[in-house]
């Protein structure tokens, strides 16, 4: 349910206390907690459990429109001038519970801001003591009393989470998972917890072949709605807000036959919670539907595949209420039906939105870092986080020894060539081999752009710490004055222990970049704060690479996808570049083009070369020669590297920037630049060419 996430950011920037943040509207936050979700569920939601790690005095009234109460003051009671009160817009008993504030005490200052917002929390039954909550906070504005008061709610919610998981596990051998309060005898409530089919949530999953962010749209925009829900729709997204349908193509929204829905409360791309507010007149079940809510989640299973779950509740024992149960239990599945049935529709007629059976991909929110574990067709993670800092701050932190030192390890070795060392040293005063992360090396590297490297692994994988992981850094500068960090490890072997650190590092790397994240809100690490000896730092080895660089850039109407098969397949090199070629898509993998297969070996294109890294879609960076004309560099020790990065555009365009660096001093090397700066001009004007 909670595997897509995001922290929404909204285009202002702001200064406070001398420092630029980036203007945002929303937050999350996100723990494991040890407990089964029941008592999860009931220290969140009884009042009782809550005075004893969250609040002072509390008062809980679960139903949608049920108020919440709170005090924080010990001395004071519910109903004073110190009283929260908070209003529960929609739930799902131990899935979700929105709500929003509705009123503060009159001298909290940021009392204004505090009433326009409103949060949603998961609870995920992950295993028989383990539970994911996730709190996803919305409706910050852009002024500096919104964002202050975002800032302290995102540090009070992660410290939330912290007690939370405390006292459920200090409480747990003693709770009664099945207690419940009085409030908690509403309808809505009361119909989840009876054991009865028929007085059950209605509940309806189905598999959308359309991406996540394409069924959204076709339920949370007026245009996705109309194009196969209802011929007359249109929706206003926000808590409170409408939505409005009428099946008749010759009637209006207003009329007799409109469907009148209120928006209960939402987050997008993850859940949407509707009440039927007005059906239309001639709908039998008005009495009974005046008492049911419907809460939609949506999940990416993959890019190109979507999950809904539908639950609607608040059905009762009343004839009408379970005429009604029947009825939208064929309706809500021909609906689902038909919004298959239009997105496999619109896929055939569209290449770019082919049904592709053969990914496997998921993807969730670990703190600031979203995590995307693919594991087909080719095995790799992604993690990428929005760090709030200049790429060049960025890169120093981690292409320094000085910079990792200020966030993650207090010494270690870099030299930045290929084949030079790329070492955290967790402990540098250790012997060798005892220091930390040690062996490990560059592949190749763009400044304040891209690295490529070895990893390596805790002593537990001792076969993955010899043999290394493969990873690719991505650094990109963003509008708000923030850089976006993309790390991806490629190339994973079969095998038990490779398959266990795949694992490990899903849970392990978001930590890496995190402490990323820290360095830039709470400033460096005082390590002799922490007890550790800090010496002082060997000088930086001195590096003329990547000399001079021969950058090239051209606009080609094509999705990244096709550009990236373009420059990997032989079918898609053929069409611009190359008659034939040897490309495997490995680190180190052969990458051969033969613009003349005819000639004698050795003459007949990129003979020798290999990829250095790549991301799919992303990144392909491999070796390259100096043509046949160029004998004396014709060589295997003055290869130079290329480096493509992809990056979509509007309307479907794809900007390709093209890097080669690696070029020497003399008078064959400046032929050898000549050269290839009027050939990758051809190049990419062929490309450009081979998707009009």
Avoid at 44 to 51: I, K, S
Avoid at 561 to 575: F, H, I, P, R, Y
Wanted: charged share 25%; hydrophobic share 40%.
């Amino acid at each position: 349910m909670c595997s897509k996430s995001r922290i929404i950011i909204v285009p202002f920037v702001f200064v406070l206390s001398g420092f630029t943040y980036a203007q945002r509207s929303s937050f999350e936050v996100a723990s494991v907690i040890h407990a089964p979700i029941q008592r999860v569920w009931q220290a969140f939601t009884d009042p009782e459990d809550l005075m004893k790690w969250s609040v002072k005095m509390a008062e809980v009234d679960l139903r949608v429109g049920g108020i919440i109460r709170t005090n924080y003051n010990a001395n004071g009671k519910l109903g004073d001038e110190q009283t929260f009160e908070t209003q529960v817009l929609t739930f799902e008993p131990e899935r979700m519970i929105a709500f929003r504030p509705m009123s503060a005490p009159k001298n909290l200052s940021y009392r204004e801001a505090y009433l326009k917002i409103w949060t949603v929390v998961y609870f995920d039954d992950l295993s028989h003591d383990k539970t994911g909550v996730r709190i996803s906070s919305h409706g910050y504005g852009p002024g500096d009393t919104a964002q202050q008061m975002l800032a302290l709610f995102e540090k009070n919610n992660e410290r939330k989470l912290q007690r939370l998981n405390e006292y459920v596990q200090t409480s747990v051998a003693n709770a009664n998972p099945n207690k419940k309060d009085a409030k908690h005898s509403s309808d809505e409530a009361s119909s989840h917890e009876k054991n009865v089919e028929s007085l059950a949530p209605l509940v309806h999953v189905s598999e959308i072949n359309a991406p996540l962010d394409f069924v959204w749209d076709a339920f949370a925009t007026s245009k996705g709605l109309a194009a196969w829900m209802a011929p007359l729709a249109i929706i206003d997204l926000r808590v409170g807000g409408k939505m409005l349908a009428n099946y008749h193509a010759d009637g209006k929204l207003g009329d007799a036959n409109t469907i009148e829905n209120t928006i209960l409360s939402f987050d997008p791309q993850r859940m949407i919670s509707l009440k039927a507010t007005k059906p239309p007149a001639s709908f039998p079940f008005k009495d009974a539907i005046a008492k049911t809510w419907s809460v939609m989640y949506f999940e990416a299973l993959s890019p190109r595949r979507t999950s809904i779950r539908i639950v609607g509740m608040g059905y009762d024992e009343s004839e009408q209420s379970q005429r009604m149960r029947s009825f939208f239990k064929m309706g809500n599945d021909w609906t689902l039906k038909e919004l298959n049935k239009y997105f496999i529709a619109k896929s055939e007629g569209s290449k770019n939105t082919a049904i592709r059976e053969d990914v496997d991909s998921t993807s969730h929110q670990h703190g600031h870092v979203k995590v995307t574990v693919t594991r087909k067709p080719l095995k790799r993670l992604d993690f990428e986080i929005d760090v709030p800092a200049s790429r060049a701050s960025v890169w120093r932190a981690l292409a320094t020894i000085e910079g990792a030192r200020e966030f993650y390890c207090p010494g270690g070795r870099m030299a930045l060539k290929p084949g030079g060392t790329y070492e955290y040293h967790f402990r540098p005063n250790a012997p060798p081999g005892q220091r930390g992360m040690e062996g490990t090396t560059l592949f190749t590297l763009l400044p304040k752009q891209m690295l490529a490297g070895t990893g390596s692994a805790p002593p537990m994988f001792p076969q993955v710490q010899k043999e290394k992981t493969r990873w690719v850094m991505l650094l990109d500068e963003l509008e708000d004055h923030h850089t976006r960090v993309r790390m991806t490890m490629v190339d994973w072997p079969d095998g038990k222990e490779w398959d266990k650190a795949f694992e490990y590092f899903i849970e392990h790397n978001p930590v890496f970049l995190e402490m990323l994240y820290k360095r830039f809100t709470d400033g460096p690490i005082d390590w002799s704060a922490r007890g550790v000896e800090v010496r002082p730092l060997p000088p930086a080895e001195k590096t003329s690479w990547p000399g001079r660089t021969l950058k090239k850039k051209v606009l080609v109407k094509a999705t990244p996808s096709q550009v990236w098969n373009a420059w990997t397949t032989q079918e898609g090199l053929a069409k611009f570049f190359a008659k034939q070629a040897n490309v495997e898509i490995r680190i180190g993998g052969a990458y051969e083009l033969f613009m003349q297969p005819e000639a004698q070996q050795g003459q007949r294109g990129c003979e020798g070369c290999e990829i250095l890294a790549y991301v799919p879609d992303k990144l392909l960076a491999f070796t390259w020669i100096a043509p046949p004309s160029i004998p004396s560099l014709r060589t295997a020790e003055n290869r130079t590297h290329v480096i493509l990065r992809m990056k979509s555009q509007a309307d479907g365009f794809t900007e390709l920037a093209l890097y080669h660096i690696g070029f020497g001093q003399g008078d064959d090397w400046d032929t050898c630049y000549g050269y290839f700066d009027r050939a990758w001009g051809k190049v990419l004007k062929r490309l450009r060419a081979s998707f009009l």
